[in-house]
């Protein structure tokens, strides 16, 4: 490329069209990263210490609920977090396509004694493996995929879950997208820099695609001593909190969370990222129907991040080898604290899309023994989005006693009005 072609460049260029991400990948650029990386001087490549220590804790505490989890960190660089993670107990896993940054990654991990398994390939095409509590993508890295690697990179996540575990993406929000996009054109001079280790010019331009909602950054390296140039785009897509929610949903993601940082909290956040937590759907939730006269027990789940709660009847994901009665039982038991019979199937329809679930099958279950009491959710991953707040009886009969709740509950008041059909107390 010379002046010229510069001059004579296509504005505004198509996102993705000149390439799709600066040269990672490229051993030289991957070295001089690196040292981005790892800086204290500044949060661009990867963040301070501090704050990945941070992090780290709360995707351990919260995430993770400080149980020893198997961990996939997809563009994991040189392992700042999957150090810290195997550190604290975690079996992990990652992948990233900079040489540079996965050698690091290794001699690290063994210099610590870490046994880290580190996988040097590109997202797109590496092989994700199976199995995982948690695969995370974090840093903004998402944004960086057109829509269909997007969807790939989502779906190869899914397949490399465990049923109801959980999706950890660090992304963009709309608004932080369009600003890469609307900033001003720039341009410097440097003896050497990350894009040349040799005297250069760098020129910067940036463009707002209304029409596919992608922002693109073009960098134009001049050589000093031969005038050469060299072109490196990238393109950012940007997805609304609504866009992410139906991204995620279309690929088997359900339970989708918002936070406004990767610790959780409001006074972390940077205005540019925020951090979503998506589970795994499960394909039935097999729950129980525990029906006295005209009432009929549901229990209450209070998210720990909103605060808010719903009520639910009692149930839950069949385990492994495990028959759909004695799952009903198992979870009556967890949730509610009664030991139940199980007697017969009532319903099994579709959940509507956005829950963990893509069916759930109802059984109707009369009590043997205990004592109703909220009962604790054992499984980490559940019990660190929500706790069981309540557990109580209500009458099929009247609406009107159910609360305005569980009548604008798009997942709850349908089950009910089913079991008001089969129970005859639907009017009409
Ligand atoms: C902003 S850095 C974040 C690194 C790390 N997650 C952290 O926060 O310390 C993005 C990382 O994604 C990697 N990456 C980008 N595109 C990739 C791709 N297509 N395949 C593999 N790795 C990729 C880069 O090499 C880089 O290490």
């Given at each position: 490329?010379?002046?010229?072609?510069?001059?004579?460049?296509?504005?505004?260029?198509?996102?993705?069209?000149?390439?799709?991400?600066?040269?990672?990948?490229?051993?030289?650029?991957?070295?001089?990263?690196?040292?981005?990386?790892?800086?204290?001087?500044?949060?661009?490549?990867?963040?301070?210490?501090?704050?990945?220590?941070?992090?780290?804790?709360?995707?351990?505490?919260?995430?993770?609920?400080?149980?020893?989890?198997?961990?996939?960190?997809l563009g994991c660089?040189?392992?700042?977090?999957?150090?810290?993670?195997?550190?604290?107990?975690?079996?992990?896993?990652?992948?990233?396509?900079?040489?540079?940054?996965?050698?690091?990654?290794?001699?690290?991990?063994?210099?610590?004694?870490?046994?880290?398994?580190?996988?040097?390939?590109?997202?797109?095409?590496?092989?994700?493996?199976?199995?995982?509590?948690?695969?995370?993508?974090?840093?903004?890295?998402?944004?960086?995929?057109?829509?269909?690697?997007?969807?790939?990179?989502?779906?190869?996540?899914?397949?490399?879950?465990?049923?109801?575990?959980?999706?950890?993406?660090?992304?963009?929000?709309?608004?932080?997208?369009?600003?890469?996009?609307?900033?001003?054109?720039?341009?410097?001079?440097?003896?050497?820099?990350?894009?040349?280790?040799?005297?250069?010019?760098?020129?910067?331009?940036?463009?707002?695609?209304?029409?596919?909602?992608?922002?693109?950054?073009?960098?134009?390296?001049?050589?000093?001593?031969?005038?050469?140039?060299?072109?490196?785009?990238?393109?950012?897509?940007?997805?609304?909190?609504?866009?992410?929610?139906?991204?995620?949903?279309?690929?088997?993601?359900?339970?989708?969370?918002?936070?406004?940082?990767?610790?959780?909290?409001?006074?972390?956040?940077?205005?540019?990222?925020?951090?979503?937590?998506?589970?795994?759907?499960?394909?039935?939730?097999?729950?129980?129907?525990?029906?006295?006269?005209?009432?009929?027990?549901?229990?209450?789940?209070?998210?720990?991040?909103?605060?808010?709660?719903?009520?639910?009847?009692?149930?839950?994901?069949?385990?492994?080898?495990?028959?759909?009665?004695?799952?009903?039982?198992?979870?009556?038991?967890?949730?509610?604290?009664?030991?139940?019979?199980?007697?017969?199937?009532?319903?099994?329809?579709?959940?509507?899309?956005?829950?963990?679930?893509?069916r759930h099958r109802?059984?109707?279950?009369?009590?043997?023994?205990?004592?109703?009491?909220?009962?604790?959710?054992?499984?980490?991953?559940?019990?660190?989005?929500?706790?069981?707040a309540e557990a109580?009886?209500?009458?099929?009969?009247?609406?009107?006693?159910?609360?305005?709740?569980?009548?604008?509950?798009?997942?709850?008041?349908?089950?009910?009005?089913?079991?008001?059909?089969?129970?005859?107390?639907?009017?009409?």
């Amino acid at each position: 490329m010379n002046l010229l072609d510069l001059i004579q460049r296509t504005n505004p260029p198509k996102p993705w069209e000149e390439g799709d991400n600066i040269p990672w990948n490229e051993p030289e650029f991957s070295q001089r990263m690196l040292s981005e990386h790892l800086s204290q001087a500044h949060d661009a490549a990867s963040r301070r210490v501090e704050i990945i220590d941070r992090q780290v804790n709360w995707i351990h505490q919260v995430v993770l609920g400080g149980k020893p989890s198997k961990i996939l960190d997809l563009g994991c660089g040189p392992g700042l977090y999957t150090r810290r993670l195997a550190q604290l107990g975690h079996t992990c896993t990652g992948i990233d396509f900079s040489p540079a940054s996965i050698r690091y990654a290794r001699e690290t991990a063994s210099q610590n004694g870490l046994n880290i398994n580190y996988c040097e390939g590109d997202l797109r095409q590496t092989d994700y493996g199976e199995g995982f509590d948690l695969v995370m993508l974090i840093f903004g890295e998402f944004n960086v995929f057109c829509m269909q690697d997007a969807n790939l990179i989502l779906a190869k996540a899914w397949g490399a879950l465990k049923p109801t575990r959980n999706l950890l993406l660090e992304a963009h929000t709309f608004a932080a997208v369009q600003g890469i996009g609307t900033e001003p054109g720039s341009w410097s001079a440097a003896h050497s820099g990350l894009f040349s280790a040799r005297p250069h010019l760098l020129l910067e331009e940036s463009f707002w695609d209304d029409t596919q909602q992608a922002s693109t950054r073009r960098y134009f390296v001049m050589d000093g001593d031969s005038g050469n140039l060299t072109r490196y785009a990238a393109s950012y897509q940007a997805y609304s909190n609504d866009g992410y929610r139906s991204l995620l949903e279309g690929n088997g993601f359900g339970k989708i969370i918002f936070y406004p940082s990767l610790t959780g909290f409001e006074e972390e956040a940077s205005r540019n990222l925020m951090a979503i937590l998506a589970g795994k759907e499960r394909k039935i939730r097999y729950q129980g129907a525990v029906v006295q006269g005209s009432r009929v027990l549901l229990i209450q789940h209070r998210e720990h991040a909103s605060g808010s709660s719903y009520w639910l009847l009692p149930g839950g994901g069949r385990e492994e080898g495990e028959s759909e009665e004695a799952c009903v039982v198992r979870e009556l038991s967890e949730e509610t604290g009664l030991q139940v019979k199980v007697e017969q199937l009532l319903c099994d329809e579709p959940e509507p899309q956005g829950g963990y679930y893509q069916r759930h099958r109802t059984f109707l279950c009369t009590i043997l023994s205990g004592t109703l009491q909220p009962g604790v959710e054992p499984e980490a991953d559940a019990a660190a989005r929500y706790s069981i707040a309540e557990a109580a009886w209500f009458d099929l009969r009247d609406e009107n006693s159910w609360g305005e709740g569980i009548r604008s509950d798009r997942f709850t008041y349908p089950q009910l009005k089913q079991l008001k059909k089969v129970f005859g107390f639907e009017p009409g």
